[in-house]
């Protein structure tokens, strides 16, 4: 089963920069929306940013002007540059894609990564 591979967490600390990188494992085809989540410690999921395959980009309030999503429609590759980085962006960051499992199978499919973690020290 193919699995998103992400890079690039670490410690850091505030105001900082860190920058995340998303592959897949395997072959995925005609992928669609790529997008970045996090998960904070005790709480949920939340979207970070999208980018469709337009080359459309959207951010949660929270990080708009500080993060930038990008990606590599050759290489199935999302980015994740993160800049003047606060502690309420610690979190377990999650790298999500939608595409289908061969060109023959019409269905969409969403994967996900393991999760990298991402903590800023104040």
């Known amino acids: 089963q193919v699995q998103l591979v992400e890079s690039g967490g670490g410690l850091v600390q505030t105001g900082g920069s860190l920058r995340l990188s998303c592959t897949p494992s395997?072959?995925?085809?005609?992928?669609?929306?790529m997008a970045w989540y996090r998960q904070p410690a005790g709480k949920q999921r939340e979207l970070v940013a999208t980018?469709?395959?337009?080359?459309?980009?959207s951010y949660a309030d929270s990080v708009k002007g500080r993060f930038t999503i990008s990606r590599d429609n050759a290489k199935n590759t999302v980015l994740l540059q993160m800049n003047s980085l606060k502690p309420e962006d610690t979190a377990i960051y999650y790298c999500?894609?939608?595409?289908?499992?061969?060109?023959?199978?019409?269905?969409?499919?969403?994967?996900w990564g393991q999760g990298t973690q991402v903590t800023v020290s104040s």
């Open positions: 980018s469709t395959r337009s080359g459309s980009t």
């Open positions: 395997g072959s995925i085809f005609g992928i669609n929306d």
């Open positions: 999500n894609m939608r595409g289908r499992r061969s060109r023959s199978d019409p269905r969409e499919y969403a994967y």
